[in-house]
Nanobody
Framework: VQLVESGGGLVQPGGSLTLSCAAS????????MGWYRQAPGEQRELVAS???????DYGYSAKGRFTISRDNAKNTIVLQMNNLKPEDTGVYYC????????????????WGQGTLVTVSS
């Protein structure tokens, strides 16, 4: 199972950016998916998550500015980030809880490789 992220980059304060994450491989079903951010010298923190029933949860800094959505048929999530601030800068990691189609590994906690978001003028 792998998560492929896209959409990071450099954006000016007040701008917008869209991150995408697609899960592929040995998948029977996917539980919650989400985005986490890790700023330099800090711990990884929740940005937003969404369940297979489209129940969402947002970190404090993301509320009102970011929107997470999901396509269950494609095992993808999209994070729309608006009104970006310099403190949003960091590496954004996609995460998913995956039940594999084959094997007896149980629920897998899968992470993407991360995509860098830089908010700067």
């Amino acid at each position: 199972v792998q998560l492929v992220e896209s959409g990071g980059g450099l954006v000016q304060p007040g701008g917008s950016l869209t991150l995408s994450c697609a899960a592929s491989g040995n998948i029977f079903s996917v539980n919650a998916m989400g985005w986490y951010r890790q700023a330099p010298g800090e711990q990884r923190e929740l940005v937003a998550s969404i369940t297979s029933h489209h129940i969402t949860d947002y970190g404090y800094s993301a509320k009102g500015r970011f929107t997470i959505s999901r396509d269950n048929a494609k095992n993808t999530i999209v994070l729309q980030m608006n009104n970006l601030k310099p403190e949003d800068t960091g590496v954004y990691y996609c995460n998913a809880g995956v039940w594999p189609a084959y094997g007896d590994m149980g629920l897998l906690d899968v992470w993407g490789q991360g995509t860098l978001v830089t908010v700067s003028s």
